[in-house]
């Protein structure tokens, strides 16, 4: 047997191994009661999918945003700030591909309808980003837009989450157990989870960026409590401080500010952030709002958002290291309204996910050396 020979069997062998072998989890409380053949319905992927392995079985990262085209955006730079190459689960695009035959069909399967139109347009969006060697998403796009990049180190995970606890709840429980699936989740090479946003700063201008020491509720304390059965569960809601302080020290890299601080979520952008902007207002005026505005920095917090305390409190539950990064759009001591350009709002934003693209590219180095 030649030596290719032997390589190609060899990897044949580990992906049958990957398969089927049962492998030591370093996630904490892991539900005992998986199903056998469990379908993860937001995302569109079920645990027997073919191909589930081979592409989410090496996964370092996940990092999770509010919107599908930053989710979009973070993938694309990241393959180009990495030299990473986007990964689709669908099997390779054929050389000779004919794009406009393709969408010809495509839309004629429309016109019969055989195909609804968004579904199609879905389609055309991943034909057009094979083509140009774009990330492409993976699965179900109705709820989350998924992408993946292979990077020196390691698989990483683009997803959006949309606005709030209950969405980001739903893709925490769901990219988890796929990850489990994958059989990404072993204890010599746990993966991680970040979250980049944006958020309204307490104390700090728009731009500046803070990597969280823990996510509190509106009230200003560490917690999030949930109700099981009926009843109420307080979690506590501290982030990995090792992975924090990793991605701080990235700072020197980005065009901004960054500090650490605590980040306070809310369960509603308007009445529980405190704004006298919303259709209706139940904080007596100005100097009320900046009293508790002021409060919440001094006792440590430097941003709000609506995401960071559920967060931090799945994943200090399941043990897996997490991270949130957000950047203030506007110091909320000055106002409510956001008053940044387009332009300006693009730069922030641009912030984190440059922050965390230096983490995951020296990461590699790390790796490598």
């Not at 993966?191 to 823990?214: C, K, M, P, Q, W």
Request: with cysteine.
């Amino acid at each position: 047997m030649d030596e290719c020979s032997f390589s190609y069997y060899h990897a044949v062998f580990l992906y049958f191994l990957t398969m089927t072998a049962s492998h030591e989890t370093f996630l904490k409380n892991l539900n005992p009661n998986l199903p056998e053949d469990d379908y993860l319905y937001h995302l569109g992927i079920g645990k027997g999918m073919k191909g589930l392995c081979e592409t989410f079985g090496n996964v370092v990262h996940v990092a999770m945003m509010g919107s599908g085209p930053r989710a979009f955006r973070f993938a694309e730079e990241l393959a180009r700030g990495t030299g990473g190459k986007p990964v689709s689960m669908s099997s390779e695009p054929n050389q000779d591909f004919d794009l406009m035959s393709a969408l010809n069909e495509e839309f004629q399967a429309v016109e019969t309808g055989q195909k609804d139109l968004p579904d199609s347009m879905t389609d055309v969006q991943n034909w057009f980003a094979r083509e140009a060697d774009l990330p492409e998403t993976i699965g179900k796009t109705e709820r989350f837009w998924m992408f993946k990049v292979d990077t020196p180190a390691g698989g990483v995970i683009s997803v959006n989450h949309h606005m709030g606890m209950p969405t980001h709840a739903i893709l925490l429980h769901e990219v988890t157990k796929l990850l489990h699936h994958a059989g990404a989740d072993r204890v010599e090479r746990p993966f991680e989870y970040s979250r980049l946003g944006t958020s309204g700063g307490l104390g700090i201008e728009g731009g500046d960026i803070v990597v969280a020491n823990r996510g509190l509720e509106a009230s200003g304390k560490p917690r999030y409590r949930i109700h099981v059965l009926g009843e109420e569960v307080e979690l506590p809601t501290e982030f990995d401080p090792e992975l924090a302080e990793r991605i701080f020290d990235c700072r020197d890299a980005v065009e901004a500010t960054v500090v650490r601080g605590d980040t306070v979520s809310c369960d509603d952008f308007y009445t529980e952030q405190a704004r006298l902007d919303g259709a209706f207002c139940m904080v007596a005026g100005e100097a009320e709002k900046i009293k508790f505005l002021k409060k919440l920095h001094a006792n440590g917090a430097r941003n709000m958002e609506m995401e960071a305390s559920a967060f931090a409190a799945f994943c200090k539950h399941m043990g897996i290291p997490a991270a949130c990064v957000g950047v203030a759009l506007l110091n909320r001591l000055n106002g409510d309204q956001v008053k940044a350009s387009g332009e300006q709002l693009a730069k922030y934003s641009d912030g984190p996910q440059q922050l965390l693209i230096e983490y995951i590219k020296r990461q590699a180095c790390a790796r490598n050396n």
